[in-house]
């Protein structure tokens, strides 16, 4: 009898272990066939709320809802072999309660198959994180700049320049760490501020906009793929520019259907000829 062997995907567990042997490497993946292409290189996979934005065009995450998580999260599982993946807590799923988050987490897992979720939010957030850990449910923190506060912290900007901000953000750090999350994003931070918390925290720190100083990075896979024309913040470095390559694509497209030049013969059905 044959036994399919089921590649071992890393495990939050395996993720909290890199801190302080290598970077830890992410990208954010919203559906199967860039998840495929992703994993072989990735430690972890984020199926962001950004999607909102990066998908659906929608001005911020706000509008993100928990059909579109696990829509996606189911996308993003079909396509993974190696890679954790995280499925963030879109606005509104958990900030009213523990068992409001507990309830929606447990949902988020049991329908996509993923192998931890993530939250935004520092000391506020860190008795429910740990009401999640101490219950099965692997947590990813999320401090600094939180896209889901947008509309109260006054929009997207890099943070920690004021001993106000640097402190609250230390704060939220540190209440973070100790809550039993497995590893933390941080975002938009200033590199003195990244460096202090990743040498303090005893979990992982993964940084967007937040410096080499931290234990890994991540980025929005479509910034990083350059499919945008008119987003490019100073942490975002384009590996590939595809906007360019899409554009183009199309008007070649849309030239060779005008000019009757595709489908060609190579691209057409034929009645098949009967054997004599
Ligand atoms: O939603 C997202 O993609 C994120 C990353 C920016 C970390 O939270």
Redesign the pocket.
């Known amino acids: 009898m044959s036994m399919a062997v089921r590649k071992k995907r890393l495990t939050p567990s395996d993720i909290t272990a890199l801190k302080g042997e290598r970077p830890i490497v992410s990208l954010?993946a919203y559906t199967t066939p860039i998840a495929r292409l992703l994993d072989p290189h990735c430690d972890l996979l984020?199926v962001?709320?950004?999607?909102g934005m990066v998908l659906y065009g929608l001005p911020n995450?706000v509008g993100v809802t928990m059909e579109m998580m696990i829509a996606h999260g189911q996308a993003v599982m079909r396509g993974v072999e190696k890679a954790c993946v995280t499925v963030?807590m879109p606005f509104g799923s958990y900030q009213e309660s523990k068992e409001q988050a507990f309830r929606n987490a447990a949902r988020l897992m049991q329908e996509t198959g993923a192998d931890s979720v993530?939250l935004e939010g520092g000391e506020e957030m860190a008795e429910t994180v740990h009401f999640l850990t101490t219950r099965g449910v692997p947590v990813m923190g999320?401090v600094g700049l939180m896209?889901q506060q947008v509309n109260t912290s006054g929009g997207y900007r890099s943070l920690g320049r004021s001993e106000a901000e640097a402190d609250k953000i230390r704060r939220d750090a540190l209440a973070i760490g100790q809550s039993g999350a497995f590893s933390m994003?941080v975002?938009g931070t200033i590199e003195p501020l990244a460096r202090e918390i990743s040498t303090a925290s005893p979990i992982p720190t993964i940084g967007?906009g937040a410096s080499p100083a931290c234990d890994g990075q991540?980025l929005?896979v479509d910034d990083m793929l350059g499919v945008f024309t008119d987003f490019k913040p100073r942490f975002v470095k384009h590996f590939a520019s595809l906007a360019p390559q899409i554009s183009k694509a199309a008007e070649d497209y849309a030239a060779e259907v005008k000019a009757r030049t595709f489908p060609g013969q190579e691209h057409t059905f034929q009645i098949k000829k009967q054997p004599l």
């Open positions: 954010t984020l962001g709320d950004s999607l995450t963030d993530k999320h896209p994003i975002e967007i991540v929005v």
